[in-house]
């Protein structure tokens, strides 16, 4: 493998933990939300009811969001602006789904309702 191929690390300025996730041939720790952003999270969920491989502009903000309210307790400069240009229809998934599962959310099932967080 090339050195231009490898995935570079990108160390958090603040450290609360979290999942390494790769957007691009970048890696950054994504933790938990902090109880402020959780308060604002059922809002911006309802916006993502069915969502699908490609999601609209609107529900592409909302993901942005909020993975920017988790990402910015380890990058606290990191603006909406740049998790939106490293977010793309390859990684969105996986990254917002580390996201959600750090906080107890999981995927409803097809046809199931959506499931309750995990106390």
Request: net charge negative; no cysteine.
């Given at each position: 493998m090339e050195d231009q191929d490898?995935?570079?690390?990108?160390?958090?300025?603040e450290n609360r933990g979290g999942a390494w996730v790769q957007m691009g041939m970048e890696e950054y720790r994504i933790p938990p939300l902090g109880f402020g952003a959780i308060k604002e999270l059922p809002d911006k969920l309802s916006a993502l009811k069915g969502m699908g491989?490609?999601?609209?502009?609107?529900?592409?903000?909302?993901?942005?969001?909020?993975?920017?309210?988790?990402?910015?307790?380890?990058?606290?400069?990191?603006?909406?602006?740049?998790?939106?240009?490293k977010l793309d229809l390859g990684n969105f998934s996986i990254v917002f789904n580390a996201v959600l599962s750090m906080n107890g959310y999981r995927s409803a099932k097809p046809g199931e309702a959506p499931p309750p967080m995990n106390p």
């Open positions: 490898k995935v570079v690390r990108i160390p958090p300025t491989a490609v999601p609209t502009g609107e529900q592409m903000d909302v993901v942005a969001e909020i993975v920017q309210m988790a990402m910015k307790r380890n990058y606290p400069d990191i603006t909406v602006g740049e998790v939106f240009d």
